[in-house]
């Protein structure tokens, strides 16, 4: 018994040893030595991918939040040209790498400094919603692409479960939300430049996956995060130089996306400043960024203008006919579904019933259409409700100096990503899952901050 006792106690002060981050007066300046002696060693013998790692190391051991989920923010925009393979067909990107690191040292770090938490109740709608895509395999029409599809869909949810049950304080969101933007803006600069050195040959702007060229719907939804918290930041700082940095960002990504001439994600980008201008009341500070996204626009080329003109001509790109065959199949699958990813099956079987034949086995270019018909009537139920969940949380009073700036953003975002989920499959796209994520841990923050001004206003 005595012995027994003397375990539970040495494990009771492992854990506050780490939960009082006594770790890093101990470890840190160690590990610092030692990596500093090896980078200066690998510098010397002039191995660069070695110092590369070695660099990477030692921002790992300073700032591990920063650099897992900040860099997996950074990437998230140049996804396309983070390939690894070097074939001509699919392969892995860096950005999938990053991810799984995230995966694993998040919650490492979180368990190591006493700051695991418990998954908001969000959470346990999106796994409701992941046990049952993962059921649907076993009827679906198509059980190749239904396994083919689970790996990532799996991977999305236990990546945002990790990011959810970690807390971060104000300054590590501070700095995510920075490196988010960092991203955001250094992909949308790209892309314009890309745009205006082939003369506008390419069309629509957006990068390069390959020698080919990415999709500029999918590139152009990458951006809405990055832009919305750009434009909550020009509220949140007080210094000048930062409220230049963060107005010049939005002028990029605004530019970028009107460029890529995705008429859905200009109506995205345009519910992001509705919901700033209904949350901050026609504040006058919104005149700067509204009047720079209005010269984004206004320097458009002629294309966009007919792009925008022609939506009922080309009826949205042929989405009308699609979704016409695709609600005539919900009369079969509407109960338990067709299975994960297997809308194009379906589809296939009810085509000849659009006005329009818009080609075989089309995927929904509708989020909402697609879960009906993939995942049937719970399906759907599950993924309003985890939407519903995470929507409710913003409505709460909240008297953080974060409340009116950054939370508004990430409201914004979210409104955006599921207005752009009307014209675009990105369920299953990291951009999608990563705006629903970092709201929480913001939340986190916020909450945090509310119990310590009360703590300080009862003393």
Avoid at 300 to 312: A, C, G, I, K, N
Avoid at 333 to 362: C, H, I, M, V
Avoid at 380 to 395: D, M, P, R, T, W
Avoid at 431 to 445: E, K
């Amino acid at each position: 018994m005595a012995q027994s006792l003397n375990t539970f106690s040495s494990v009771q002060e492992s854990q506050s040893f780490f939960a009082a981050d006594n770790w890093r007066a101990v470890f840190l300046p160690v590990a610092l030595v030692i990596a500093a002696c090896a980078l200066g060693l690998t510098i010397a013998l002039e191995q660069w991918l070695i110092v590369a790692a070695a660099l990477a190391f030692l921002m790992l051991l300073v700032w591990p939040i920063e650099v897992t989920l900040g860099l997996f923010a950074f990437l998230i925009p140049f996804e396309p040209m983070t390939g690894t393979g070097s074939g001509s067909g699919p392969s892995a990107t860096l950005l999938r790498y990053v991810g799984i690191a995230t995966l694993i040292l998040l919650p490492s770090v979180g368990w190591l400094r006493g700051r695991m938490v418990k998954p908001p109740r969000t959470a346990l709608f999106w796994s409701l919603f992941m046990l049952w895509g993962a059921a649907s395999t076993l009827w679906a029409l198509d059980q190749e692409a239904a396994f083919g599809r689970l790996p990532t869909a799996i991977g999305l949810w236990l990546l945002y479960l990790a990011v959810v049950s970690v807390r971060i304080t104000d300054k590590e969101l501070s700095r995510v939300t920075l490196l988010t933007i960092l991203g955001g803006c250094s992909a949308a600069m790209f892309a314009i430049y890309l745009f205006h050195a082939s003369g506008s040959a390419i069309g629509r702007a957006s990068l390069a996956d390959g020698s080919a060229q990415a999709d500029p719907n999918f590139f152009a939804a990458t951006l809405l995060l990055p832009l919305s918290l750009a434009l909550g930041e020009v509220f949140a700082n007080r210094s000048w130089w930062r409220r230049a940095f963060n107005l010049a960002s939005i002028g990029a990504m605004a530019a970028a996306i009107f460029l890529s001439m995705s008429r859905g994600m200009l109506a995205a980008a345009a519910v992001i400043v509705l919901v700033f201008v209904v949350r901050l009341r026609l504040n006058w500070r919104l005149l700067l960024p509204i009047a720079i996204l209005g010269v984004a626009l206004w320097s458009m080329p002629s294309m966009f203008y007919e792009r925008v003109h022609d939506v009922s001509h080309d009826r949205v790109s042929g989405r009308l006919d699609i979704w016409e065959a695709g609600l005539h199949s919900l009369t079969k699958y509407w109960a338990f579904g067709a299975g994960l990813d297997n809308f194009p099956s379906a589809y296939q079987k009810f085509a000849g019933t659009a006005r329009f034949f818009s080609g075989e086995k089309r995927v929904a270019h509708n989020i909402y259409l697609a879960t009906s018909v993939e995942l049937g009537l719970l399906g759907i139920l599950a993924l309003f409700a985890a939407v519903g969940s995470h929507l409710k949380e913003f409505s709460r009073p909240a008297r953080s100096l974060l409340a009116p700036t950054r939370i508004i953003a990430l409201e914004a975002a979210c409104w955006a990503m599921l207005v752009a989920g009307l014209s675009l499959d990105i369920l299953w796209r990291k951009a999608f899952w990563f705006v629903w994520a970092l709201p929480i841990i913001a939340l986190h923050v916020v909450g945090k901050n509310e119990q310590s001004l009360e703590s300080g206003q009862a003393e």
